[in-house]
């Protein structure tokens, strides 16, 4: 079973920076499209960004400029570089990955979530 481990979220004032990382592990053949999601309490959970095999990147409106999503194949780690945080990323960060793997062909796995809090 693949499985996705997160690190990196806090308690962070407004203005201050983050950085998740999000690390697949068991034996994969590879991986497609990665990214990053949260999920604010009573909301519904939203694409924050995602990034392609060969690096192209997608961001929400409200993150652009802010926020930068970043993946080591190697590794098979995505990152995402949270920069001038409000109070409004507050929220679960959670990452997914589209894996192909000996076992189980492909599938999307979710990470188990990450607290981000960002105080005024």
């Known amino acids: 079973q693949v499985q996705l481990v997160e690190s990196g979220g806090g308690l962070v004032q407004a203005g201050g920076s983050l950085r998740l990382s999000c690390a697949a592990s068991?034996?994969?053949?590879?991986?497609?499209?990665m990214g990053w999601y949260r999920q604010a309490p009573g909301k519904q959970r939203e694409l924050v960004a995602s990034?392609?095999?060969?690096?192209?990147?997608n961001y929400a409106d409200s993150v652009k400029g802010r926020f930068t999503i970043s993946r080591d194949n190697a590794k098979k780690t995505v990152y995402l570089q949270m920069n001038s945080l409000k109070p409004e990323d507050t929220a679960v960060y959670y990452c997914?990955?589209?894996?192909?793997?000996?076992?189980?062909?492909?599938?999307?796995?979710w990470g188990q979530g990450t607290q981000v809090t960002v105080s005024s």
């Open positions: 990034i392609g095999s060969g690096g192209s990147a």
């Open positions: 997914n990955a589209d894996v192909v793997s000996p076992l189980m062909g492909a599938r999307t796995y």
């Open positions: 068991r034996i994969i053949f590879s991986i497609n499209d």
